[in-house]
């Protein structure tokens, strides 16, 4: 039996069953999950759609509700982060931070404003936009940063009136469980309803005839997926998808002032972002230079146990993705590429890969091409501005971007070319409650954050009063 347990109307519940939870460190399982069967996912959207009822009706109540949950969360770093860093490999500090900022989120929507549109008021008529919530929303989220993209869902959800069942990864469920039980003390019973299973369960989700709305994060592929499942109930659907963001950087940029930020920027979270750095244009006057700063703060990185106060970057977060990472490199390399530092996996137990710069990769490769999602970088060499625009979206991804240079409003009119959902200058992966964020082209379907993220949560309602 899991020390942990799913939420259903505000109930702590086992499964029948439970399954195994992998340590990515170890490479060995160290926790179970409950597995949902199909008749308590009924319980948790019927619980769903009874306190919807109720949850509508009372905005003062929702954010009071929000605004605790948020303090719990915030209080409960300690208890979360660690149980994080065991299923996810990331390391202790930035496991705590994750109900830190998930906290910001949900306090952000709390406070958040929603006002009705008045359209029209004159003689014949007095008109006005109301936003009204969608209903019971479904919700996916993945494996990267478990607590965190919850609150991007949980906080306009709940603040727009609708009820929720949540489901995390199968990779990381134990933490997003543990989140459940603290924001159940403070939720109403069935407001938010946390369930965890395997792929199956998420299937079982997206084409039940409860939800009208789901919102995912994850893979273009299983985001498709959801897409067509909704489609014959015409479910909402909001997806956050993959990126192949590019970053470029300008002939007068200072490699000594920028390595920091593009290290971060490619290899946070061991390059799991969805949003992170996955290729960088260079200029050919500044590719060795920029190549040698960086693999130089790259191979000083101290990889390891997330529990190991001095690991700053953990293992890949599964077996499935280490193979990727590891294949990705593999082939580049065969293929001529060169590795400026780093290269291979690391011997020993876990999913542990040397953070690694690449030279030589050129597109058509699947460095290059596609979304590694992990420590790897390619660096490739540009000779015009025209030119790498182009070849930045050459992709059939859209997420982000970032343009670096010592003028940024040179920089600015660059990234206003790249046809990306968000294009940032001098900085990557610079996200906040209040900013927008999603993707052009197969990076996904409208937006999270911000008013924009509460609208894909609301359906539009037009009240019309004749004054005659």
């Not at 997206?206 to 919102?215: D, E, F, G, L, Y």
Request: glycine share 10%.
């Amino acid at each position: 039996m899991s020390d942990v347990s799913m939420i259903i109307d505000g109930e702590r519940r086992a499964a029948p069953s439970t399954f195994g939870v992998v340590n990515p460190a170890t490479g060995a399982v160290h926790a179970d999950a409950p597995d949902c069967s199909r008749e308590q996912l009924d319980e948790a959207f019927a619980a769903a759609a009874k306190a919807f009822t109720d949850w509508r009706k009372d905005e003062g109540a929702r954010r009071t509700a929000l605004r605790e949950a948020a303090a719990r969360l915030a209080a409960a770093a300690d208890r979360i982060g660690p149980v994080l860093t065991a299923e996810q490999g990331k390391p202790l500090k930035a496991a705590q931070m994750e109900p830190l900022a998930a906290s910001m989120w949900l306090k952000y929507f709390a406070d958040l404003e929603v006002n009705r549109e008045v359209i029209q008021d004159d003689a014949r008529a007095y008109a006005e936009v109301v936003r009204r919530p969608v209903g019971v929303v479904a919700a996916i989220t993945p494996w990267n940063f478990p607590i965190v993209l919850s609150s991007w869902k949980i906080g306009p959800a709940l603040l727009a009136g609708n009820t929720m069942v949540l489901k995390p990864s199968p990779f990381t469920p134990r933490s997003t469980l543990l989140m459940g039980e603290i924001l159940a003390e403070v939720l109403p019973p069935g407001v938010l309803n946390v369930v965890s299973g395997g792929d199956e369960l998420g299937k079982w989700m997206t084409s039940h005839p409860v939800p009208r709305k789901i919102s995912f994060t994850g893979s273009v592929a299983t985001g498709k997926h959801i897409a067509a499942s909704a489609a014959p109930d015409l479910k909402r659907v909001t997806l956050e998808l993959g990126g192949n963001d590019a970053a470029i950087v300008l002939d007068d940029a200072d490699p000594a002032v920028i390595t920091e930020k593009l290290f971060r920027g490619a290899f946070d979270n061991n390059g799991q972002v969805c949003s992170a750095i996955k290729r960088l244009y260079v200029p050919e006057s500044l590719h060795d230079d920029v190549v040698d700063a960086l693999a130089a703060r790259v191979a000083r990185v101290k990889v390891g146990d997330g529990m190991d106060p001095a690991s700053e970057l953990g293992p890949i977060q599964n077996r499935p993705q280490f193979e990727r990472v590891s294949g990705i490199v593999a082939e580049a390399l065969e293929g001529g590429a060169k590795a400026a530092t780093g290269g291979a996996p690391i011997d020993g137990p876990g999913y542990f890969f040397q953070p690694t710069v690449l030279t030589g990769a050129a597109e058509g490769t699947r460095i290059v091409d596609e979304e590694q999602f992990g420590p790897a970088l390619p660096v490739i060499a540009y000779r015009d501005v025209d030119e790498v625009v182009a070849r930045a979206n050459a992709t059939m991804y859209g997420l982000s971007g970032s343009v670096w240079s010592a003028d940024p409003d040179r920089a600015a009119a660059v990234a206003e070319q790249l046809d990306c959902g968000t294009a940032w200058v001098n900085t990557h992966v610079a996200l906040g409650p209040h900013q927008p964020f999603g993707g052009f082209k197969w990076s996904g379907l409208g937006v999270e954050n911000g008013p924009w993220g509460l609208a894909g949560f609301t359906e539009i309602q037009v009240q019309y009063r004749a004054k005659r």
